[in-house]
């Protein structure tokens, strides 16, 4: 059985929920997660390393390395390709200055089960 996820700390929300290409009527749309949003401001518009921007989100760099590539990826397919991008989803928490309704607090995963920060169910957990 895989470890359960740690939600990965983002600073805020984008701007923008969604990007569409002008002049195509695209049906197909790529979701990028909020976790790979944030690495790849963190890393490309920050220019942050990937050890600086693993403290920030609370996570480690091989993980911050493996979120940057699926990220980067969905980006350039939706560029190359014309999709939709929309960015939303993941298993993060809030901190800093987010916008919109409950941005102080925490949002969760589906995770197994849909119990929130994929721990499945809590039975059987020790805290």
Avoid: W
Avoid at 5 to 10: C, D, F, L, V
Avoid at 50 to 55: P, Y
Avoid at 78 to 87: G, N, T
Avoid at 93 to 122: A, D, Q
């Amino acid at each position: 059985m895989p470890r359960p996820k740690r939600p990965r700390n983002i600073l805020s929300r984008p701007i923008a929920n969604e990007f569409r290409p002008v002049g195509i009527d695209s049906k197909e749309e790529i979701i990028l997660s909020l976790e790979e949003f944030e690495v790849i401001r963190l890393i490309d518009y920050e220019e942050m390393d990937q050890s600086q921007a693993a403290e920030v989100m609370n996570i480690s760099r091989q993980t911050v390395g493996r979120v940057l590539k699926v990220g980067r990826y969905k980006l350039s397919k939706s560029i190359v390709e014309a999709f939709r991008l929309k960015v939303s989803g993941g298993c993060y928490k809030i901190h800093g200055n987010g916008y919109g309704p409950r941005s102080h607090g925490n949002r969760r995963g589906k995770g197994r089960k849909g119990s929130g920060y994929g721990m499945g169910s809590n039975k059987n957990r020790m805290d």
